[in-house]
């Protein structure tokens, strides 16, 4: 199996920047689509699915400490990349910050404890586990 695996991963090393996969890939995306659309029943299992699919990814990086680091570390750059692109247009950065106020004016009493308490107390926890 692990053979078999490692050889799939190869050959789709080898045709995945192939005009011919990218053709057949957006095709099959294309039909897709258009049976979701048609089914619902089908959307909802195949979102499901696929949730149930990042659920677990999330997981094992989460648990493995050396991919947990690696992935907030490309997540703080995604994310430092993203507001530099943002406040390199200040009609866009204005935007950004009205709705930034909107959503934080917008938030119930309950999930401001969540978000700016609760994760106050939790960074002050680990700041002094590691002290």
Not at 40 to 47: D, F, G, T, W
Not at 100 to 111: F, G, I, K, M
Request: glycine residues 0%; contains cysteine.
């Amino acid at each position: 199996m692990a053979r078999a695996n490692r050889r799939e991963r190869e050959r789709y090393e080898r045709i995945k920047d192939t005009e011919h996969f990218r053709a057949t890939r957006a095709a099959y995306l294309e039909r897709l689509a258009s049976l979701m659309d048609a089914y619902p029943e089908l959307a909802e299992s195949i979102r499901e699915d696929h949730r149930r699919a990042v659920r677990a990814w999330r997981e094992r990086q989460m648990s493995d400490s050396v991919l947990r680091a690696c992935y907030l570390e490309a997540h703080r750059q995604r994310e430092a990349k993203r507001l530099e692109h943002i406040r390199s247009d200040p009609e866009a950065y204005t935007e950004h910050l009205r709705r930034q106020r909107e959503w934080y004016h917008s938030l119930s009493d309950a999930d401001y404890h969540r978000i700016f308490v609760e994760g106050r107390e939790e960074r002050a926890l680990r700041k002094n586990r590691r002290e």
